[in-house]
């Protein structure tokens, strides 16, 4: 998984700022089933907000690692407690990172 530049990183957060958080963890934290169901919204939109409860028990960058290692994403931010992931689509490639 290649890296992404700072300029990509700089689009992906401007795209991502009118988005709402499609996924909340709370205290169960990241488990498989989550992370399927993160992967398959992934691949329809490639880029997702995750809000972070406060309730949830794990550190929000351990989480973001968690699911960006499990989906094989890339963590574009961390704003407060929300987690912003892109991973480019294999079949709706919509954002164009040129």
């Known amino acids: 998984m290649n890296t992404l530049t700072s300029r990509q990183v700089k689009q992906l957060k401007a795209e991502a700022h009118h988005l709402n958080p499609?996924?909340?963890?709370?205290?169960?934290?990241?488990?498989e089933n989550f992370v399927?169901?993160?992967?398959?919204?992934?691949?329809?939109?490639?880029l997702i907000k995750i809000s972070?409860?406060?309730?949830?028990?794990e550190d929000k960058?351990?989480?973001a690692a968690q699911i960006s290692e499990a989906t094989n994403s890339h963590v574009v931010t961390i704003i407060g407690k929300t987690i912003v992931l892109y991973?480019?689509?294999e079949e709706n490639k919509?954002?164009?990172l040129g």
């Open 52 to 57: 972070v409860l406060q309730n949830c028990l």
């Open 87 to 89: 991973k480019m689509s």
């Open 22 to 31: 499609i996924f909340q963890v709370g205290k169960n934290g990241v488990n």
């Open 36 to 46: 399927e169901q993160i992967n398959d919204v992934l691949e329809k939109r490639e």
């Open 61 to 63: 960058d351990n989480i």
């Open 94 to 96: 919509k954002i164009d």
